[in-house]
DNA sequence: TCAAGAATAGAAACCTGTTCTCATTTGGCC
DNA sequence: GGCCAAATGAGAACAGGTTTCTATTCTTGA
């Protein structure tokens, strides 16, 4: 079973390319914006191809989060959070993670939606979500293995991320609530 | 303004029956056994009606949400938590919340995903069902006013039970995870 | 009692996510 | 090169949330 053969690679731009169409769409005009006949078309593909690759609009936004949080993810290698403390460094690297959510409010409402909609189906792409960032999270802590307890805490802390994220993209609450509610936690949870 | 006249007195009735035939059709089958026109027929009004009661299918399951939230608090009256500690009091608490639910987990699904999808339109629900809970939660820390710092725990907390929530509902997590979530994140905060 | 206006019933129409069908193209294989 | 299975394109069809429209019923206030 050739992975490299030239229907692979065919594969891999068409869905690239849906990936792509989706998030211009979603930075326009949030979730409503992304319509799935819309998608296929940017993408120059057939509506029944883009349900070939994400079985639903839902699974379709999460996959784009999952290539975000993971981007987030790559780009802390390159440059590491600061900060004396462990409560500090967590402290860097959820408001760098939010800044970046904040310059794109309408593609990460659609985003946060599919997350707080997400369905027994999609709970794969879900968990891919919460492991990256609980992953970042306990990252920023120390060098080495986390801690039973360092797990438990950065899991808290992805879950009042999401939350937050929540009460955000709903209007419940302005954008800078998200960081001040994530530092708030991580000074309560942290050292 | 007659409050009380015969005009608002059916209309109490209608939206009473409107969220009762919501709950109904979600125990059944969940958030896609609540489709509008059942709805009308169960409660025996026109699909206009509802519509004109509740602006979404989001309002009415967010409505009837906040109706469960605000139960569970008027009942915590009757019999309140128990525990010696804080920490001890609000795990009863959350754990007692948590198993009204999984009780009903259809209807509990439904809610939840209104409650993860909520958009800025209804922003007020969502934050009566958040208020809601975080007065809850501080209710069961002590007598009186609560500190700043108590407002920013039980804040956080009622931020775990979402996620975890939606978790739940999503597939993600076992129904068992909600409860130990919160136990663990409460006794990390409370005390 | 009665007229004016709002509220409701009933049903069609519209929008978008999803599914289905079929003809055509593409890639892998002999 | 030629064949076969899989993938894709193109579009219709379906499903359920939402809107719209008109006739009818009900409430209120004179």
Redesign the pocket.
Known sequence: M?ED????R??AV?RRRVLDATLALADQGGFEA????DVAAEA??????V??YF????RLLLEANVGQVEALGASLLDDPPTGTSPADRVVDVLRRACAVLVKRPEATAAMVRALGTAQPSEAEAVRRVSQAMTAIITGAMHEGEPSERDRAVARALSQVWLSSLIGWVGGVDGPEVVGDDLERATRMLVG
Chains 1, 2 share one sequence.
Do not use: D, F, H, I
């Not at 053969?5 to 692979?8: D, I, N, W």
């Not at 992304?34 to 006949?37: A, I, L």
């Open positions: 050739p053969g030239a229907l692979a065919n594969q068409r992304v319509q799935m006949r120059g593909v057939a509506l029944g191809t349900y070939r079985s639903s609009k839902e």
